[in-house]
């Protein structure tokens, strides 16, 4: 019963946006994981046979457990075009649960309200499915295409609103948006708030030190690991060359059948597939250093933040690929994770001044995000449009600072303990 109460209770919250409901669904799932194994082990156990067949029963569980993550592995990404093995599982086990249940009732008197505690408990459990059902057929926006490989599932949807203007096309990872384009004519090379021309991002394009000496016309390099939707395709100026490194392939598909940003785009661009802290590894090892003026990281938005790229390893990789008084742009918005400790122990530990970008708001942009840059050109946190935009960091500089490594990296060390229901100042 405890089973059907936890996994039923698993369908109800959306993705978290806040410590405390991160924590909360984090120990939800935990608890939900160990009341499902304890069932299918203790049933498991009651199978286990005489110690001469023993070695035969072992080799069946290990198998059972390798065909079990062949079907995960293999099997699963080709059959659902989502994760609709998890709450397969979930039904399956629950069905067992009540059935159990059911068996094992005796006369008495408490063994006589179990069946009863357990119709309720699976009544629960049905409408905690429904909801995920519906969230499934019914969501707030419309599917157009989701693709799903060994990478994960990635969403195209369809954002609708009275105002034509606003309408949009989203693309969305593990719950989380990774860039939209709005569909009307006039505003389809307009990126969205936080990748827009006052962002911190637009900030870097038009007072890096190229364009301060050369002007707006100045030709720039621009490196991206993370493609998403390509908005930042979208700053590109005729003489650019932009460079995207993007590790999932279905991404770059996607963006090839909905999104125009790198069609349209004014400079020369061009995507490599591959992990992007991998490529740039083996483009440096090559002796092919890109020499960016500009090198963005902006594959954080997602619900499992990848480690490898925030480590004093990866940074030398892209520090080696700037260019003297380039600008390392790091978008890594996750409002669980307290990320200012860590950029301020990078930024010492390269000798790079590194400045903090909340966005200052306005309409339309509730859900833009903040960036972190860093530069040894001085002169460029003393631009005037810079130097208004640079926030305070979000920790008031009380956390000592961070430095991660291949070996020592770990997100509890970021995560937001302050008040766990407080939101970023910007919403």
């Not at 707030?140 to 990478?151: A, D, I, T």
């Not at 400790?341 to 859900?367: A, I, N, Q, S």
């Not at 960036?371 to 002169?379: G, I, S, V």
């Not at 991660?404 to 995560?415: G, P, Q």
Request: proline residues 6%; neutral net charge.
């Amino acid at each position: 019963m405890a089973f059907l109460l936890l996994a039923g209770t698993t369908f109800f919250p959306a993705p978290p946006d806040a410590t405390a409901e991160f924590l909360l669904q984090l120990a939800l799932q935990a608890a939900t994981l160990f009341a499902g194994c304890m069932i299918c082990h203790s049933e498991l156990v009651k199978l286990q046979p005489a110690p001469a067949r023993l070695p035969k029963f072992y080799l069946a569980v290990a198998a059972g457990g390798a065909l079990g993550g062949a079907f995960v592995t293999l099997v699963a990404p080709l059959g659902f075009s989502d994760y609709f093995e998890h709450p397969l599982v979930l039904c399956v086990i629950a069905a067992v649960a009540v059935l159990l249940v059911l068996r094992d009732a005796k006369s008495n008197r408490v063994r006589r309200l179990a069946p009863v505690a357990a119709s309720l408990a699976a009544l629960y459990f049905l409408g905690g499915l429904g909801v995920g059902i519906r969230r499934e057929l019914v969501p707030e926006r419309v599917l157009v295409e989701r693709v799903r490989n060994f990478y994960g599932v990635v969403k195209v949807l369809r954002e609708v609103d009275e105002d034509t203007k606003q309408s949009s096309l989203v693309m969305q990872q593990a719950g989380v948006d990774q860039g939209a384009q709005y569909q009307s004519p006039q505003r389809r090379m307009e990126p969205a708030c936080g990748f827009d021309r006052a962002s911190a991002l637009g900030l870097a394009v038009a007072h890096n030190a190229r364009r301060r000496a050369g002007g707006p016309s100045a030709p720039l390099r621009i490196g991206v690991v993370g493609l998403g939707a390509g908005m930042i395709a979208a700053h590109g100026r005729p003489g650019d060359t932009m460079r995207y490194y993007e590790l999932n392939p279905g991404v770059l598909d996607l963006v090839d059948r909905h999104f125009t940003f790198v069609k349209d785009g004014k400079a020369k661009t061009d995507v490599l597939l591959g992990d992007g802290r991998l490529v740039l590894e083996r483009q440096l090892q090559a002796g092919d250093v890109q020499g960016f003026d500009i090198l963005v990281l902006n594959a954080f938005r997602g619900a499992s933040p990848p480690l490898h790229l925030m480590t004093k390893e990866a940074f030398d990789i892209y520090l080696a690929h700037l260019a003297a008084d380039g600008i390392l742009a790091v978008n890594f918005e996750f409002e669980m994770f307290e990320m200012a400790p860590l950029h301020r122990g990078m930024g010492k530990r390269f000798g790079m001044d590194v400045r903090w970008f909340d966005p200052k708001g306005g309409d339309g942009c509730e859900g833009a995000i903040s960036w972190a840059l860093y530069t040894k050109d001085k002169a460029f946190f003393e631009a005037p449009p810079v130097k208004a935009a640079i926030s305070t960091w979000r920790d008031g500089s009380r956390r000592p600072d961070l430095v991660w490594t291949d070996s020592d990296s770990n997100l509890m060390s970021i995560i937001n303990w302050r008040e766990a229901t407080a939101r970023s100042p910007r919403q």
